[in-house]
């Protein structure tokens, strides 16, 4: 299956893409080493002679070096989650000084339009696959303390709470009240959450929000609820909080916890030397087809490198 990214490095002939099969899982970790650790890390993958389709690309970063600029969404990691995203974005910033750091809400799309490249054909909408199943207050995913669960509100008094986060309820249009008329009714949602929706069916308006990067571009899941007002909050889950009257609450992130929390997990990453992961399997299997789109080698000296980088960030964010 794999979990695809796509890099983007702009260079002074213009951008040069790569791929990876299986780097979107710790995308943010890799370019929380910094630029000195991490811009040879991305360029080390294989070439990307097209783009994968937008909607099977999990996380993707573009690097402009000329203009300090990082644009970068992923769909699993520190940064996707409520607990520890603003921490992981702040040490970010304190990792790449100097440059101006976005994340892309539309994730490929809007790399590609950062580009000025057409966009990919419209879907009319009927693609969704799978939808994500309402949960039962006593589901086990609710004792974890990050559960992957998406919060959905609706009128003065309905909270449902639906399993995963991919895809978005609100891509599924109108037809999602009906799916949840008679779906559990948790009261209320004082965990965190990866993403949300508040409906206000009186006056058909709807707020949204999510910490990851959706499949399908802001702009065409509005245009999923004709007649209805539509406004993404972008991650400030603290908006549909307010909506709904504090049905849905998550407890406040915990700055230094979470500033801690992410920095190990940086340390843990690039915590020595990796091998050529294709090599090793080539080796390992000489008469069978293997693909490019594993990860490059990590020397020891980028390895250190990146760790000190995490320890800066760090020592800059907390003032220690």
């Given amino acids: 299956m794999g979990n695809r990214a796509t890099f983007v490095i702009v260079g002074p002939d213009g951008p040069v893409r790569h791929r990876s099969s299986f780097g979107a899982v710790g995308l943010d970790l890799d370019l929380l080493a910094g630029p ?44 996707a989650g409520l607990r520890t995203r603003a921490a992981a974005l702040e040490l970010l910033r304190c990792a790449w000084p100097g440059w101006e750091v976005r994340w892309l809400y539309d994730g490929q799309p809007g790399l590609r339009a950062h580009l000025r490249l057409a966009p990919e054909p419209a879907d009319d909408g009927t693609a969704l696959l799978y939808t994500a199943a309402p949960l039962d207050p006593d589901d086990e995913e609710l004792t974890d303390p990050d559960p992957v669960v998406a919060v959905v ?35 209320s949602h004082r965990l965190p959450a990866d993403a949300g929706i508040h409906i206000d069916p009186e006056r058909r308006r709807i707020g949204w929000w999510l910490t990851r990067a959706p499949a399908v571009p802001a702009d065409a899941l509005a245009a999923r609820w004709p007649g209805w007002t539509v406004e993404f909050w972008e991650d400030r889950w603290a908006e549909h909080e307010r909506a709904c009257g504090g049905r849905f609450a998550p407890p406040a992130p915990d700055r230094a916890a979470a500033l801690a929390d992410v920095r190990d997990q940086v340390l843990e990453r690039w915590a020595g030397p990796r091998g050529d992961a294709r090599a090793a399997l080539v080796a390992a299997h000489p008469h069978i087809l293997v693909g490019d789109g594993f990860a490059p080698a990590v020397p020891a000296g980028r390895a250190a490198a990146a760790r000190e980088a995490a320890r800066a960030a760090y020592r800059e964010a907390t003032g220690t």
């Fill in 36 to 79: 000195e650790a991490a811009l040879p890390f991305l360029a080390g993958h294989a070439l990307e002679a097209g783009w994968y389709p937008d909607d099977a690309v999990e996380a993707g970063v573009l690097v402009d070096p000329a203009r300090k600029l990082l644009l970068l969404f992923v769909q699993e990691g520190p940064s």
């Fill in 153 to 187: 509100t609706i009128g003065p008094d309905r909270c449902h709470v639906l399993g995963g986060v991919a895809p978005h309820p609100l891509e599924e249009g109108p037809s999602l009240l009906d799916r949840l008329r008679d779906a559990p009714d948790h009261g």
